[in-house]
């Protein structure tokens, strides 16, 4: 069965440090993967997704980064961290066709 | 451009008592239709889904989803409430294209209470 890992499950980071969350998932080939940010525990926007290594489509502006190196691994970055960037960042993959998403854990990042 | 709404925040009901989540959507084209579940600190938990055919959806945890293409809803339902199922439940859309992004409501906090 597939599994997706997020890890870590908290983070706390000052401001103007860097940020790498990493997200990997077994028992498939070629998902795609998304990162959302929920933010004040409610709406989910899309941040990233990929449909193939090296292949990242962003969706807003911001000052996050997403990289996909190989084809399970899926990575949200950042040179310098924001107050506004503090939330709960979740990676997701999906299967091709209308198969649904399936989410990990979550990270709960805050920004002091 | 696809969109759903919740339009309660909140849903209380009793144990034992029927539930129902309400969403209603807005689409081009035919509409691919999700619910989920998300526990304190958690992820989503995928519940349903509907991309053609029969009306009723059958999903994990007992819940059903009524799709009502006149009224464009889909109402996740559940014939009798556990205290277990409280929870943040979100409909969702896919956008369109090849990816399968979702598209999220705001999310309704369901409190059943014993």
């Known amino acids: 069965s597939q599994t997706i890992h997020q890890w870590p499950a908290t983070l706390v980071q000052p401001v103007g440090s860097p940020l790498s969350l990493e997200c990997t998932v077994e028992?498939?080939?070629?998902?795609?993967l998304y990162w959302y940010r929920q933010a004040a525990g409610r709406g989910l926007q899309l941040l990233f997704y990929s449909v193939g290594i090296g292949q990242i489509s962003s969706e807003v502006p911001q000052n996050l980064s997403a990289s996909r190196p190989q084809d399970r691994q899926f990575i949200l970055s950042s040179k310098k961290l924001l107050l506004s960037d503090s939330g709960f960042y979740l990676c997701?993959?999906?299967?091709?066709?209308?198969?649904?998403?399936?989410f990990g854990n979550g990270t709960r990042l805050t920004v002091t | 451009a696809q969109s759903v709404a919740q339009p309660e925040d909140q849903v209380n009901v009793a144990e034992g008592n029927p539930l129902t989540v309400k969403c209603t959507y807005s689409?081009?084209?035919?509409?691919?239709l999700f619910w989920y579940v998300q526990y304190p600190n958690r992820g989503l938990q995928f519940l349903l889904k509907y991309i053609t055919g029969d009306n009723l959806v059958k999903g994990s945890y007992g819940f059903e989803a009524e799709f009502n293409k006149s009224q464009t809803s889909f109402h996740l339902k559940k014939p009798s409430a556990l205290v277990s199922d409280s929870a943040l439940y979100f409909c969702a859309v896919r956008e369109g294209g090849a990816t399968n992004k979702l598209i999220f409501g705001t999310g309704t906090l369901l409190a059943v209470q014993p």
């Open positions: 997701a993959w999906s299967g091709q066709g209308y198969s649904p998403l399936h």
């Open positions: 689409v081009s084209g035919n509409p691919y």
């Open positions: 028992g498939t080939s070629n998902p795609n």
